[in-house]
């Protein structure tokens, strides 16, 4: 694919049906001006570009294309009667990859158009190349990052695992003996055991996060086991109401249940994760 630009009319026709010939696909624009336009249109692999040309010269045209990060690997061959090898040289340096001296000869216009337009197909591909493996190296290193978080997080609730039991186990035991005390009688002892029974309760529904939370890490480290064997859905049921009406209740939020249905339905399942959704669900 190239693009030739040269306001020598016939000449550039004569130059087109050559590369034509050789099985390219041409673009011929007379006008500098037009250049750039073509190039966002045609996507050429070599731009071959008159030298001295009115209103612009193809160097200006060369500076302004090196200046555009998709133009910068575009080879730019110029075409010229300029036989000052100086002249030539600073061309070369504004921007040229290569100067070919006109009339130009069909063996070398052929040969130069196909060894850059061969040459920038293997930039272009070295860069996707590098692109991918860039690609390949963020996405590990993301993966790395997530393991590395993944392990400081099971680590952190494990850790946390203790410290959290403990007052908790003191605490529900503390209720229980409460409500065991046979000096607790009348009024005031059966309110004090119904509150010791709310403190129980609500102890071991937090101790039931815990370990839910605890199951979080497991989910990570790959280690969730499922214990599945008979379960009574009416238990689960109740069991999901009850937990759920006391996280309510500290919320301040009503929550109204409809009757429960006693089909006494015997499911197979891990009771444990079957309570847990269903408290996730609500």
């Known amino acids: 694919r190239v693009l030739l630009v040269d306001d020598d009319l016939l000449l550039g026709q004569a130059m087109n049906a050559i590369l034509q010939q050789a ?5 011929l624009e007379s006008s500098p001006m037009k250049a750039i336009a073509a190039l966002n249109e045609f996507d050429a692999d070599v731009l071959l570009l008159d030298l001295y040309m009115p209103n612009c010269h193809g160097t200006d045209l060369a500076m302004v294309l090196r200046e555009q990060e998709q133009y910068v690997a575009l080879p730019i061959i110029f075409l010229s009667t300029e036989t000052d090898l100086a002249k030539q040289n600073q061309a070369l340096k504004l921007g040229g990859d290569d100067f070919l001296v006109k009339p130009v000869q069909a063996t070398a216009l052929i040969q130069s158009v196909t060894v850059h337009a061969r040459r920038k197909r293997e930039i272009v591909s070295a860069g996707r190349i590098l692109q991918l493996r860039e690609l390949e190296k963020t996405r590990e290193q993301c993966r790395d990052n997530a393991l590395i978080e ?12 203790e410290p959290l039991r403990t007052p908790l186990n003191a605490i529900i035991g ?7 005390d046979e000096q607790l009688t009348g009024e005031a002892g059966e309110s004090a055991r119904d509150s010791a029974q ?3 309760k609500s102890g071991q529904h937090l101790l039931g996060m815990i370990n839910d939370i605890l199951d979080l890490a497991k989910i990570d480290s790959a280690r969730m086991e499922i214990h599945t064997g008979p379960v009574w859905l009416d238990e689960i049921l109740i069991a999901t109401e009850s937990a759920c009406q006391a996280l309510a209740s500290a919320r301040q939020v009503r929550l109204q249940f409809a009757d429960l249905p006693r089909k006494n339905i015997i499911l197979k399942a891990d009771g444990t994760r079957l309570k847990l959704v269903l408290q996730t669900v609500l």
């Open 23 to 27: 099985g390219m696909r041409v673009r």
């Open 174 to 180: 503390y209720a229980q003996l409460l409500q065991m």
């Open 150 to 161: 993944q392990y400081a997080r099971a680590q952190f609730l494990s850790g946390l695992s």
């Open 198 to 200: 709310e403190i129980k």
